[in-house]
C-alpha cells in the first residue's frame, strides 16, 4: 500500500491521518455546535470534555490490544508483544470518559444540553474514525483473510487479502454523508448518535467474519469487537425504548407534552 508520505519512514500514513482525522473532528463539531445553536457556556465545557476524552479514549485504545495481545499469547504460549490499538477500546474509553466527567461537573444547565450535543458529535466520531480506517489501508494493517478473489496483497504479506480496512473506510463514508444529510436537511439532532450505533454495531459484527481476526478472543465463536458490537447495539435499543418510549432524555429527565 502507501505506508509512508513520500517515502519518508517516519511520516506513516496511520499516524498522519490519525491526527487528521482528529483535527476534522474537532473542526466538524465547533461548526455543528455553531449551527445548531449550543452556547459558548455548553460549547466550552463539551469542548474541553471532549479533549480530555480523546486522549483517554486513545490511551484505552493502546490499553484494550495491550490485552487482546496478553489474552492471545497465554492462548497460543508464544512471547506477548506491545504495540496496536483498538478503536472499540478507544470508543468505550471516550465515551466513558465524555459521560463520567459530565455527570460530575456539569452544572444542570450544561447537562441540560448533553443529548443534542452528543448527536452533534455523532458524524464527528465517524469523521475521525473514517480517517484512521483510510490510515489503516494505507498501512496496510486490519485487513482480512486471505482470498483468491478480489482483494490487495498489503504490506509485508505474500498473499492477496480481503481489504476489510477499505470496506470499513467506505462504509463510514457513506454513513457520514447520510448522517450529515439528516442534520443539514431536516435538522435532526435527536437520533443521529442511535443511528450510529445501531449501523456501525451491525456492519462491525459482520465484516468481522471477513477480518477473522480473534485475538484476545474470551467468547466462543466471538471475536472481542463482535462481543462490543453486541453491546454497542444493545445500547442504541436502550437508548431508543428511553427517548421514544419513556420520553426521557439523558440529564434532562421527561420530556412534557407541547415541547
Not at 461548526?31 to 460549547?43: E, Q, R, T, V, W
Not at 484494550?64 to 489474552?71: D, K, M
Amino acid at each position: 500500500m502507501y505506508p509512508s508520505l513520500f517515502g519518508v519512514e517516519f511520516l506513516d500514513m496511520f499516524t498522519i491521518l490519525i491526527i487528521a482525522g482528529i483535527f476534522a473532528a474537532v473542526i466538524l463539531f465547533r461548526y455543528l455546535c455553531g449551527k445548531f445553536g449550543i452556547a459558548d457556556k455548553p460549547y466550552n465545557f463539551y469542548s474541553l470534555n471532549a479533549v480530555i476524552s480523546i486522549a483517554v479514549g486513545l490511551i484505552c485504545a493502546f490499553l484494550f490490544q495491550q490485552l487482546y495481545n496478553l489474552i492471545d499469547s497465554i492462548k497460543t504460549g508464544e512471547k506477548f508483544t506491545w504495540g496496536g490499538i483498538t478503536f472499540f477500546g478507544g470508543l468505550i474509553g471516550g465515551v466513558l470518559t465524555f459521560v463520567l466527567i459530565t455527570v460530575f461537573a456539569a452544572k444542570p444547565e450544561v447537562k441540560k444540553e448533553f443529548w443534542h450535543v452528543a448527536n452533534l458529535a455523532a458524524p464527528c466520531i465517524v469523521l475521525g474514525h473514517m480517517f484512521g480506517r483510510y490510515g489503516c489501508f494505507c498501512a496496510g494493517c486490519c485487513y482480512g483473510k486471505p482470498t483468491d478473489g478480489f482483494g490487495f496483497v498489503f504490506y509485508g504479506l505474500n498473499y492477496k487479502a480481503i481489504p476489510t480496512n477499505l470496506y470499513e473506510a467506505l462504509f463510514l463514508t457513506v454513513l457520514f454523508a447520510v448522517i450529515m444529510f439528516i442534520l443539514l436537511r431536516f435538522g435532526r439532532t435527536d437520533f443521529p448518535l442511535i443511528l450510529y450505533g445501531f449501523a456501525y454495531s451491525v456492519f462491525r459484527f459482520i465484516i468481522e467474519f471477513y477480518r477473522g481476526d480473534d485475538r484476545g478472543s474470551f467468547i466462543p465463536g466471538l471475536s472481542p469487537s463482535q462481543f462490543q458490537a453486541i453491546i454497542l447495539f444493545l445500547v442504541a435499543a436502550a437508548l431508543t425504548v428511553l427517548i421514544y418510549v419513556f420520553k426521557i432524555t439523558p440529564f434532562a429527565g421527561k420530556k412534557e407534552k407541547g415541547e
